[in-house]
């Protein structure tokens, strides 16, 4: 037997046997793109956040991508050019490329370097008159001050789109997000988020109207509803196309999928938390920044696990992931900050001066394995790497 371990990945998904049995279920069917089953995924995911208490309101709506509930939630939101959206730089560029489909044009913040989030007073002082729009990120699965992000947006009549891509279950006092006073929600299922559906996304909103825009733009501009009054006399073949709309919808393939990961993830969370705690006990003596933690009582979803290399640690970063890398350990670097990206730094004149938080954590900053799937050998090995190389 050879010594050699073999390569622990950054991320792997875990499918167990229900996933599978429901995609060939699914198969068999005859029914693949969305049909019951992404109906289904859709109850299931609003009774999961709502706790399966009464919220009539909040609507989910399945979509191919968190990137295509973003684009929906703020179309509906009628965004459009001449308009801004603030978000932060410290993000996947998807946060801000729907801003851009519209037409609108994104404005960039600094984060907090204590939560990684995007800096609520760096919010404020980016508004123009032409803002329209907030789209906080709940970086790595930690959420974001919503309390004061929704303050001043209703001081200054702005609406709120969260990119939750990260964040799933993640409470803010205690309420999980996708249930506060935001005008949209939006959720990721792709490969290596804390649920997949290989690719996925959830809208979830309570607003009637951005629902009901959403729904229609999903697939093509088609509408029914109009008929709905006379559902009897529509002939299921009639329908009318009332704006241009996009090929956003889930299929039944994928939500048969999600159906049981969203069943397995209070499970996964559970061992996400541990997998994290476990790195905070053996990293806590290190050169190392550890995440912020949750307020207590609060749910971090462990999405990432971001370390940052202190000041007196003597390996850079990118040689800490090399070294990594020839332990058999996979690591990535979340986010190469938006301002550093040609498109944005080029089209926005954006320097790393005007970023000071975001540069300097995204320069001394690693995310390590974490995910259901890993052992506690798999965890003990990175442990043992990061332990050998920060005190190198
Ligand atoms: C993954 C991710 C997205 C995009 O999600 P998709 O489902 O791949 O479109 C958006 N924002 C952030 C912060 C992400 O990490």
């Given at each position: 037997?050879?010594?050699?371990?073999?390569?622990?990945?950054?991320?792997?998904?875990?499918?167990g046997e229900e996933?599978?049995?429901?995609?060939?279920?699914?198969?068999?069917?005859?029914?693949?793109?969305?049909?019951?089953?992404?109906?289904?995924?859709?109850?299931?995911?609003?009774?999961?956040?709502?706790?399966?208490?009464?919220?009539?309101?909040?609507?989910?709506?399945?979509?191919?991508?968190?990137?295509?509930?973003?684009?929906?939630?703020?179309e509906a939101l009628?965004?459009?050019?001449?308009?801004?959206?603030?978000?932060?730089?410290?993000?996947?560029?998807?946060?801000?490329?729907?801003?851009?489909?519209?037409?609108?044009?994104?404005?960039?913040?600094?984060?907090?370097?204590?939560?990684?989030?995007?800096?609520?007073?760096?919010?404020?002082?980016?508004?123009?008159?032409?803002?329209?729009?907030?789209?906080?990120?709940?970086?790595?699965?930690?959420?974001?001050?919503?309390?004061?992000?929704?303050?001043?947006?209703?001081?200054?009549?702005?609406?709120?789109?969260?990119?939750?891509?990260?964040?799933?279950?993640?409470?803010?006092?205690?309420?999980?997000?996708?249930?506060?006073?935001?005008?949209?929600?939006?959720?990721?299922?792709?490969?290596?988020?804390?649920?997949?559906?290989?690719?996925?996304?959830?809208?979830?909103?309570?607003?009637?109207?951005?629902?009901?825009?959403?729904?229609?733009?999903?697939?093509?501009?088609?509408?029914?509803?109009?008929?709905?009054?006379?559902?009897?006399?529509?002939?299921?073949?009639?329908?009318?196309?009332?704006?241009?709309?996009?090929?956003?919808?889930?299929?039944?393939?994928?939500?048969?999928?999600?159906?049981?990961?969203?069943?397995?993830?209070?499970?996964?969370?559970?061992?996400r938390e541990q997998?994290?705690?476990?790195?905070?006990?053996?990293?806590?003596?290190?050169?190392?920044?550890?995440?912020?933690?949750?307020?207590?009582?609060?749910?971090?979803?462990?999405?990432?696990?971001?370390?940052?290399?202190?000041?007196?640690?003597?390996?850079?970063?990118?040689?800490?992931?090399?070294?990594?890398?020839?332990?058999?350990?996979?690591?990535?670097?979340?986010?190469?900050?938006?301002?550093?990206?040609?498109?944005?730094?080029?089209?926005?004149?954006?320097?790393?001066?005007?970023?000071?938080?975001?540069?300097?954590?995204?320069?001394?900053?690693?995310?390590?394995?974490?995910?259901?799937?890993?052992?506690?050998?798999?965890?003990?090995?990175?442990?043992?790497?990061?332990?050998?190389?920060?005190?190198?």
């Amino acid at each position: 037997m050879s010594t050699e371990q073999a390569f622990l990945p950054f991320a792997l998904p875990e499918i167990g046997e229900e996933e599978i049995a429901e995609v060939v279920n699914t198969l068999k069917s005859g029914w693949v793109t969305t049909g019951p089953k992404a109906k289904q995924f859709e109850a299931a995911f609003a009774a999961f956040l709502t706790q399966n208490a009464e919220d009539s309101q909040l609507e989910c709506i399945a979509v191919n991508s968190a990137t295509a509930g973003l684009h929906l939630a703020l179309e509906a939101l009628g965004i459009g050019p001449g308009d801004e959206v603030i978000t932060t730089t410290h993000t996947f560029t998807a946060t801000a490329e729907v801003v851009r489909y519209l037409g609108a044009d994104v404005v960039l913040v600094d984060i907090d370097p204590a939560t990684l989030n995007i800096d609520v007073a760096a919010i404020e002082a980016a508004i123009t008159p032409r803002t329209k729009a907030i789209v906080p990120v709940h970086y790595a699965g930690l959420a974001v001050d919503m309390l004061a992000v929704l303050d001043i947006a209703r001081k200054h009549g702005l609406r709120v789109v969260e990119d939750a891509a990260h964040a799933l279950p993640t409470t803010l006092e205690k309420e999980l997000i996708g249930t506060l006073g935001s005008d949209a929600t939006v959720f990721s299922f792709y490969a290596n988020k804390t649920m997949t559906t290989g690719e996925g996304g959830m809208l979830v909103t309570r607003h009637a109207e951005l629902a009901k825009r959403a729904k229609v733009m999903r697939l093509h501009g088609m509408n029914r509803d109009a008929f709905d009054r006379f559902t009897a006399k529509v002939p299921s073949w009639y329908y009318e196309i009332v704006a241009p709309g996009f090929k956003y919808n889930l299929t039944d393939i994928a939500a048969a999928l999600g159906l049981h990961q969203l069943k397995r993830l209070p499970a996964f969370q559970l061992r996400r938390e541990q997998i994290a705690a476990a790195y905070d006990a053996a990293f806590a003596d290190l050169p190392l920044i550890l995440p912020p933690q949750a307020p207590e009582g609060d749910t971090h979803s462990w999405h990432l696990y971001v370390l940052r290399l202190a000041d007196d640690c003597a390996v850079e970063r990118d040689v800490f992931i090399e070294r990594m890398y020839a332990k058999g350990i996979g690591c990535s670097v979340h986010y190469i900050p938006l301002h550093l990206h040609p498109y944005w730094r080029d089209r926005y004149g954006l320097t790393p001066e005007q970023f000071p938080h975001s540069q300097k954590a995204y320069e001394r900053m690693l995310s390590i394995p974490l995910y259901t799937a890993m052992t506690d050998a798999d965890v003990q090995r990175v442990i043992a790497a990061v332990r050998e190389i920060a005190l190198s």
